[in-house]
């Protein structure tokens, strides 16, 4: 069963998954707020996901940031929605920096580098990663 991350945002929503044996994260797509249930819905007819990893916004001092509050109410549609799916929240600070110095770093023209979507989905990424990562040791 696969792994699938949230990048929340109130324009897009970056998501990643893993593959079946949860080995590797990759970006998977960016979808509108107000899309995302549909996008899940779907998704979830053809592929089995064991957790949903949100990433949750933080200030540098460990408080929860402004846009917080919007990740908490998809967090517990989430959970209402998809009972039967675990819902792990991990700390998501600097993953934007983090993601536009790693598509800074692969070569992209500055043009691409600058999309918005992109940038998200490598945030759902790291996220992921991040997720995986912490579960390892």
């Known amino acids: 069963m696969r792994l699938m991350a949230f990048d929340y945002g109130t324009k897009r929503i970056g998501v990643a998954v893993t593959d079946p044996m949860q080995i590797i994260a990759t970006a998977l797509t960016t979808v509108h707020p107000q899309d995302i249930w549909t996008f899940l ?3 979830l007819q053809t592929e ?3 957790t949903f990893v949100v990433g949750k916004p933080r200030q540098l001092d460990g408080t929860d940031s402004e846009s917080a509050q919007h ?3 998809f967090v517990r549609k989430l959970k209402k929605t998809y009972p039967a799916i675990a819902v792990a929240e991990i700390d998501e600070r600097f993953t934007s ?3 536009s110095a790693a598509i800074a770093q692969s070569g992209k023209k500055k ?3 600058q999309q918005k979507g992109l940038i998200d989905t490598v945030s759902a990424t790291i996220i992921l990663q991040s997720y995986m990562d912490s579960r390892n040791f």
Do not use: C, I, S
Request: proline share 0%; net charge neutral.
């Open 97 to 99: 920096k983090m993601a």
């Open 41 to 43: 819905a779907e998704y």
């Open 48 to 50: 089995q996901v064991e």
């Open 71 to 73: 990740v908490v109410g």
């Open 111 to 113: 043009k691409d580098r």
